[in-house]
């Protein structure tokens, strides 16, 4: 951790940025994957705050783009290995839908290394510890995103303050 | 109510192109029943008021307000909040107002980057002394000003209160007449920020009256380069359509004239971002069993993010592009 530099963030000038990276992990594989590395006192990065949803075939794209709008400097989802799906299929949707989301990051500005998907069965709590620490560093290269702040750049939110997020279109 | 007992009615056009005007008067005939019940007290696209004789009016003294078009400039947002002030129920009408609509996929692109092609590159422009528009600009005349142009394009809930929505692009006659007897007869939904009005809460696939084959989508088409099989989903036969990320209320209108959605009413209740809710959607329709077929089928739709965010730039999570898109 020492190519760290000294940016200012969202907490406050002058302190030492870290990477915020949003995970989504499924319960019965990559979760537990990232349990065992735990378990197993793995050292890695501890930038990554886990959500952990029942399949990878739940992750919402929304999800990804509501924690990119919301400050995350990346995002990673994680899923059981293709065929291995406690659902049989969920993790194929997930497969499917990855391309198309990292297009439309990449045409909103979001470099491609902000945003990862990959498989971590259960036993991979190696794999887990690995590619968090991979991807910090890939982040930690490119600086924060700061979504919130390069909204009101440009004079998103401008006016009445923007409504809280959740509570569109009813 | 004003002393003949007849409401007062308004309807303003900001960045927009004039249709959702045209589709107030698609009502047809039942015009002359809006007529015998209200008095038309400002329409810039139908009848000379000015903006001074609406600062004239007493705070609350329109009834209705339609306010259609996206807010792109500061003369957009002044008068927005002149509305706001002067009528008791302000209503976001059609597409750009409602999710920033067509103007809003400027916000892909910089201001900057927006006055070099419109102003410098544009093929059939003659500007050899590169004269861009200015907010203030003095004149041997006088001084002149002009509406400051906007870093991004922004729906009208960015900048007032609004207390309905009423999605699409144009919004469907039947549903605003709906609407506007809604309005009149006091039967409207509790007045809150941004309900939306004159639509359902499920998708366009929810009263898309064509057949689904629950077969996977082995390539994607574009609808010029193939006539597709009556009565079946055209989203199976390789032709995006949004209506399963989109809002009902149409009555599947494009879909039944050959068209596929094109997600003009927005997303659906309880969703925010439409674009990720119809890749949402695709995952689970793509015939793809490994990512590299993945990522060959969905290289064939072209500029996918203008398409999923067609009608909802400036709703959708991300709202603009990071570094002001000079691209």
Redesign the interface.
Known sequence: MTTTETKPDRTGAGQKWEPRIVGFLCYWCSYTGADGAGTARMKYAPNVDIVKVMCSGRIDPELVTTAFANGADGVVVLGCHLGDCHYINGNHKTMARMPLLRRVLEDYGIEPERFRHDWVSAAEGEKFARLVTEMTEQVRALGPLNWPERMRERGVGHGADLPPWGSNHK | MSANGKLKVGMYWAASCGGCDISLLEIGARILDLAQVADVAFWPCAADFKYKDVAAYPDGYLDVCFYNGSVRNSEQ?EVARLLRQKSKTLVAYGACACDGGIPALA??KSPKAIFQRVYHDNPSIDNPEGIEPQPNFETPFGAVQIPAF???V?RL?????VDYELPGCPPQADRVWETIQAVVSGAVPAR?????VGCGQKTVCDECPLEKREVKITQFRRHHEYRPEPGWCLLEQGLLCMGPATRSGCGALCIKGGMPCEGCY????????Q???I??A?????D????ER??EL??Q?TD???R?YRFTT????????????QS
């Open positions: 947002e916000n892909y906007y870093p991004a922004l809930r960015d900048i007032v209160e809150n920020q941004h309900v939306r927005g997303p659906a209740a309880a969703v925010e971002d674009g990720a809710a890749i949402g695709l995952g689970g329709l793509l793809a069993a490994t990512e993945a990522q969905v290289s739709i996918p993010t203008g999923f400036a709703s959708g999570m991300l709202k603009v592009h990071a570094q002001g898109g």
